[in-house]
T-cell receptor, first 113, second 115 residues
């Protein structure tokens, strides 16, 4: 049990759909992250939140919209995605922002059709 | 800019044999270095980290890594492989100074254990 949960674990959506990914951490951490993991590519940092404030948007297309209502919850809202957005989306948390010791959730496997 | 290079996207070793996964880093400042492991259908889990204390770092599950500044390396080893070690392993570097505190991951090495 990593203390970071993600739902759903699998998601198939069409390019015109709107869906949301949810992440929750039970570790009392102050920072949360969204990463994209694609086959044969390094893990890509998408967004960083520190004390509910977004501190990094790593040139992510606007079809991905994060939301952090409190330090324990993080959402990723998806709309009009492209097939190349199919990937494993990982949520992570850490005590402080940008700390290398991060705790990851199991991920949401997203398939865009 | 910081970066890590993991040599070998796939490594196979026999059960009971030495595991050696290679990682070389590039960083403009003294780095913090990490090894993470990802088991099938799971997120990443921290194995061990180097944060400028002892150069030989011991982690979970019998793994250890040695920081060698002269070689800019942080290779991961385990004396005797177990079937449960089959997973993907990621090396990562973090510059904690000068406001550039980004965690950069390598492309990963998939470890297969041969019975």
């Amino acid at each position: 049990e990593t203390g970071v949960t993600q739902t759903p674990r699998h998601l198939v959506m069409g390019m015109t759909n709107k869906k949301s990914l949810k992440c929750e951490q039970h570790l009392g951490h102050n920072a949360m992250y969204w990463y994209k993991q694609s086959a044969k590519k390094p893990l890509e940092l998408m967004f960083v939140y520190n004390f509910k404030e977004q501190t990094e948007n790593n040139s992510v297309p606007s079809r991905f919209s994060p939301e952090c209502p409190n330090s324990s919850h993080l959402f990723l809202h998806l709309h009009t995605l492209q097939p190349e957005d199919s990937a494993l989306y990982l949520c992570a948390s850490s005590l402080e922002a940008r700390e290398g010791e991060q705790y990851f959730g199991p991920g949401t496997r997203l398939t865009v059709t | 800019a910081q970066s890590v290079t993991q040599l070998g996207s796939h490594v196979s070793v026999s059960e009971g044999a030495l595991v050696l996964l290679r990682c070389n880093y590039s960083s403009s400042v003294p780095p913090y270095l990490f090894w993470y492991v990802q088991y099938p259908n799971q997120g990443l889990q921290l194995l061990l980290k180097y944060t400028s204390a002892a150069t030989l770092v011991k982690g979970i599950n019998g793994f250890e890594a040695e920081f060698k500044k002269s070689e800019t390396s942080f290779h991961l080893t385990k004396p005797s492989a177990h079937m449960s070690d089959a997973a993907e392993y990621f090396c990562a570097v973090s510059d904690r100074d000068f406001g550039n505190e980004k965690l950069t991951f390598g492309t990963g090495t998939r470890l297969t254990i041969i019975p």
